[in-house]
């Protein structure tokens, strides 16, 4: 039996931890000063080098958790990496180094009471998967039926922990220094969020209610949960084939298929949101699947948030406006929504309807192009321009995983980027709503 030392664990301890991300920020912060140097010898600026990113990957799949679910959303940026240094990054999203099998045994055992060999017909000793909280393993149930089953590091509840308690002293030092960056009721709120992915019970349950709000966009699948090899540590799922939306976006698809999967990575996202009022708020590539027969495969629904009714019921309303590309009433509609302003209106309207304008050019503009989509940089410097001000905007914490979907939404559409009629999608999903 492997012990709890086995190296392929988590490195456990909140100073451990954060010895080795503060090697790490030397590290990458030295290439990031290699790359302004060059930036202003007017070069060609890389922020990452491909070893520094072979370091990040290194690092942060060793320590899994909140670390490795930060280095998964830096690797969907373009922005920010080049195409070599963000296939190096890639891997994080379900290709981080495995436990060892003699742990899996030992989990598994602990969990369903009997021997991976025992409790299925078949257990694959080599991971189809291994990503920030568990590791994903092929097998086939007694019954015949093949599935995925998700075994959780043992020791990952204290090392997301620890990683919290890291992070929630740089917030609380933050916000000491000024009132208008005190940022802890959103980190509260991710770090809740975050804490509750370690219950595969509720992720079972949660991925139970996604397959109904998904039940009747039928270019979508979630995989059914297996209750009777599902506890609070290993989740079972009927398993789905084909190749993740990392892997397929490679392929070198047609336009047509980049722009079908596009449209369902659309309907994935406002589809349950418009619909039930809850959106899965962890969207990197490796969560999708293009499945063999067309259907979009999802995974992973430990993040699936459900928002206030107020917060569902507003965006509606602003969606709507913006798809019969109405005047949309910003202010009333932003503190409905739940944000607080501390700006003359006519002041933060201007500044909100420029985020709204930004945002909106897939559903204003047809055909629209993903592949040259400027959304993300517009964004940046519009914030930046203003960051004083926007500092004065505050949305609800509810917010936080609802940017958290969308943002990377609009990543993996750039990802893909297919060229079509986007504003039809759109309005597709406006004939959706209750």
């Keep these: 039996m492997a012990s709890d030392s086995d190296d392929t664990l988590p490195p456990q301890g909140r100073f451990t931890r954060m010895r080795k991300l503060a090697g790490l920020s030397m590290q990458v912060g030295a290439d990031v000063l290699k790359s302004g140097a060059k ?123 620890h990683d919290m308690e890291n992070l929630g002293m740089v917030v609380k030092t933050v916000g000491k220094a000024s009132r208008l960056m005190d940022g802890s009721a959103y980190f509260q709120e991710f770090r809740d969020e975050l804490l509750l992915e370690l219950d595969y019970r509720r992720e079972a ?104 009714p107020r917060f569902v019921s507003a965006n509606r309303r602003m969606f709507q406006q913006a798809m019969r590309l109405e005047a949309i009433d910003v202010m009333p509609l932003s503190r409905e929504v739940g944000f607080t302003v501390e700006l003359p209106d006519e002041e933060a309207a201007e500044l909100i309807r420029e985020v709204l304008h930004i945002a909106g050019r897939p559903m204003r503009l047809s055909p629209y192009d993903y592949a040259s989509c400027e959304i993300p940089r517009d964004m940046r410097g519009h914030f930046s321009r203003n960051a004083p001000r926007f500092l004065k905007i505050k949305p609800p914490p509810e917010a936080v995983m609802f940017f958290r979907s969308t943002g990377g939404l609009a990543q993996n559409l750039r990802l893909i980027g297919a060229r079509g009629d986007f504003r039809g999608v759109f309005l597709e999903m406006a004939q959706l709503l209750p």
């Design 39 to 161: 930036r202003l010898a007017g070069g060609t600026p890389e922020l990452l080098s491909k070893g520094a990113a072979e370091k990040l990957v290194s690092t942060l799949g060793e320590l899994k958790g909140a670390a490795m679910k930060l280095g998964q959303a830096i690797s969907m940026d373009p922005d920010l990496l080049t195409p070599e240094v963000r296939q190096v990054l890639a891997r994080l999203q379900n290709q981080a180094p495995a436990m060892s099998y003699d742990m899996v045994s030992r989990v598994v055992r602990e969990e369903l009471g009997a021997a991976p060999e025992d409790a299925f017909r078949e257990f694959g000793r080599e991971p189809l998967a291994a990503a920030s909280l568990g590791q994903v393993h092929r097998a086939v149930l007694p019954d015949g039926r093949p599935v995925a089953v998700k075994v959780q590091y043992p020791g990952i509840a204290d090392s997301m922990a």
């Design 205 to 308: 349950t949660l991925a139970q209610g996604f397959a109904r709000s998904v039940a009747s966009l039928e270019d979508l699948y979630v995989p059914a949960v297996i209750s009777s090899h599902s506890t609070g540590r290993v989740l079972t799922l009927e398993l789905l084939e084909g190749p993740t939306l990392k892997d397929w976006v490679v392929t070198g698809a047609s336009n047509d298929e980049r722009f079908r999967v596009s449209r369902q990575l659309i309907r994935a996202t406002y589809g349950p949101f418009f619909g039930a009022g809850e959106i899965h708020a962890d969207p990197h590539p490796g969560n999708f699947l293009v499945m063999p027969d067309g259907r979009l495969g999802l995974l992973d629904f430990g993040s699936i948030k459900r928002f206030s």
